[in-house]
């Protein structure tokens, strides 16, 4: 990492945890972290899952429902990679790739780029998308960096269209507090490592420990998503329970 990055980096990173716990505040931070670390994004992705992160969305997007050609949105979709495996699951589909961070959606635009994506910067809980005009939304550790996760998940359930399929894959919180302070621990050592090897500061990646400490945990995360209106919650569960995909359905008739 440059050394005027660093520097320009660790004052944010001094509020990080004040930050998160507002959403205005936590927004602010999420757009200038992401641009901090998007040129390592892809690489740190593989290394902290020990390169199953591949798998894993290959596998999400290999659970999506058969479409000819549907309407897919892929929130917070970084460098695209999410992105760009809709567009070949569904090539005659129409894919939109958002995320908050114009540096991000550059490396995105810059890949191979198939005809059926276009890219937008808009928050993930005001995309600016019409009612009902999404059969598919999904995400790559997405809701765990809204700056509200039910306003989200609200602004999620507006765009799918009736009978539509929301995914979302990310780090899973336990319900017991023992398992979530030994994951959270685990994280903070994992992610620090990371961070100090291509940053030399480690808060860059014990950023996902900490944000994961105020995000909902399984059960909670499942009775957001019922409120909100989807049903048939479903969980899928990788690396140990660390890593889960969580997939709902809008019903059908709702308008």
Known sequence: MPPFLH???????????????????????????????????????RGLSFRRDAHWKNRLVAGLPSLSAPCCLDLACGTGDLTRRLAARYPDGQIVGLDLT?????????????PNIVYRAADMAHTGLDDASCDLVVGGYALRNAADVTEALREVFRVLRPGGTTAFLDFSKP??????RLELQLLRVWGGLWG??????????????????????????????????????????HFGGMVATVTAFKPKGTP
């Open 7 to 45: 520097h320009k980096a660790a004052p944010f990173l001094d509020r990080m945890r004040d930050d998160l716990a507002d959403p205005v505040r936590k927004r602010q931070l999420n757009e200038r972290l992401f641009t901090a670390i998007a040129p390592e994004y892809d690489r740190v992705s």
């Open 102 to 114: 114009e540096a991000m959606l550059s490396l995105a635009r810059h890949q191979n780029l198939p």
């Open 196 to 237: 100090w090897s291509l940053h030399r500061e480690p808060r860059f990646y014990t950023y996902i420990a900490e944000s994961l400490a105020r995000f909902p945990d399984r059960r909670q995360l499942h009775l957001k998503f019922s409120e909100c209106g989807f049903e048939d919650v479903r969980e899928n569960r």
């Open 175 to 180: 319900v017991h507090p023992f398992s979530q």
